[in-house]
Nanobody
Framework: QVQLVESGGGLVQAGGSLRLSCAVS????????MAWFRQAPGKEREFVAA????????YYADSLKGRCTISRDNAKNTVYLQMDTLKPEDTAVYSC???????????????????WGQGTQVTVSS
């Protein structure tokens, strides 16, 4: 049974930081690219960041570039999202996803990921 379990969300003031974690089980973690997406109330799901299976390449949404860092530890089957200088507009449910991604253009497409976590709430107060 494949499981992706996010943690690390919470309430933080604007300008603060959070580190999200996503623990993966039930698949060969190092075979999958990993990504974070977010969805705010009333809005569509939005790509945040992605990392290749080896960790050698990372991709970011323009809205978060420079403010977040995605990383992975293949020994721990875990992917992380470090978010800094958070803004109220970053408030959303953040979900991790695992997929076999073959083209660079596909990393931002949520439909390319086969496995998803339940999400963790991030709330940024002004």
């Amino acid at each position: 049974q494949v499981q992706l379990v996010e943690s690390g969300g919470g309430l933080v003031q604007a300008g603060g930081s959070l580190r999200l974690s996503c623990a993966v089980s039930g698949v060969t973690f190092r075979s999958y690219s990993m990504a974070w997406f977010r969805q705010a109330p009333g809005k569509e799901r939005e790509f945040v960041a992605a990392i290749t299976w080896s960790g050698g390449n990372t991709y970011y949404a323009d809205s978060l570039k420079g403010r977040c860092t995605i990383s992975r530890d293949n020994a721990k089957n875990t992917v992380y999202l470090q978010m800094d200088t958070l803004k109220p507009e970053d408030t959303a449910v953040y979900s991790c996803a695992a997929g076999v991604i073959l083209l660079v253009s596909h990393y931002r497409d949520g439909g390319r990921y086969g496995y998803w976590g339940q999400g963790t709430q991030v709330t940024v107060s002004s």
